[in-house]
């Protein structure tokens, strides 16, 4: 059974870089692409990008001049940055599979100074 | 980007009976192979989102089968053919045939 787990901090403060990281246990990253969800307290749900196991990407056209999304495969592990935030980033982010089949618990990440 | 409309957005219903929630696009999901990139995902209470419904119709594992999808172009429809406590949540739908993907604004199912 695949599993998704999202780390990184909770708390970042305006201006800066957000940065999260997913690894992935009980299957490999090979042959998947992989995705950044976003969800902001009592909203809907924001795809942010996806990489390719290749290490192709494709970033929301809204978002694309913030983020950044990267793999390293030897620790089955792809990561989340999305530069300059603000208080609008606030948000639990999830990492997901695909076309989201499988995703992780979701991580809360706040912007306040 | 494909905005994705659902009706409705709060859906209260009796224990045993059916639910139907609708979701348009607003333009037509059919890839250029031919497949339709439509999702169906609930969330309850406190949990991540779990994909529950693929390509229109297709349940995934482990999903019971009282959960039926079907349409077809821009219009789509979840069904739950006999509610229970279980189902209480929001649902949306997605689309995954042009990027951005994206959601629909979410159903909130709660029992009468």
């Known amino acids: 059974q695949v599993q998704l787990q999202e780390s990184g901090p909770g708390l970042v403060k305006p201006s800066e870089t957000l940065s999260l990281t997913c690894t992935v246990s009980g299957g490999s990253i090979s042959g998947y692409y992989w995705s950044w969800i976003r969800q902001p307290p009592g909203k809907g749900l924001e795809w942010i990008g996806y990489?390719?196991?290749?290490?192709?990407?494709n970033y929301s056209p809204s978002l694309k001049s913030r983020v950044s999304i990267s793999l390293d495969t030897s620790k089955n592990q792809f990561s989340l940055k999305l530069s300059s935030v603000t208080a609008a980033d606030t948000a639990v982010y999830y990492c997901a599979r695909g076309l989201a089949d499988y995703w992780g618990q979701g991580a809360l990440v706040t912007v306040s100074s | 980007d494909v905005v994705m409309t659902q009706s409705p957005l709060s859906l209260p219903v009796t224990l045993g009976q059916p639910a139907s929630i609708s979701c348009r696009s607003s333009?037509?999901?059919?890839?250029?192979?031919?497949?339709?990139?439509l999702s169906w995902f609930q969330q309850r209470p406190g949990q991540s989102p779990r994909r529950l419904i693929y390509?229109?119709?297709n349940r995934d594992s482990g999903v019971p089968d009282r959960f039926g999808g079907s349409g077809s172009g821009t219009d789509f429809t979840l069904k739950i053919s006999r509610v229970e406590a279980e189902d209480v949540g929001v649902f949306y739908c997605?689309?995954?045939?042009?990027?951005?993907?994206?959601f629909g604004q979410g159903t909130k199912l709660e029992i009468k």
């Open positions: 390509k229109v119709s």
């Open positions: 990489i390719y196991y290749t290490g192709s990407t």
């Open positions: 333009q037509s999901l059919v890839y250029s192979d031919g497949n339709t990139f």
């Open positions: 997605m689309q995954g045939t042009h990027w951005p993907y994206t």
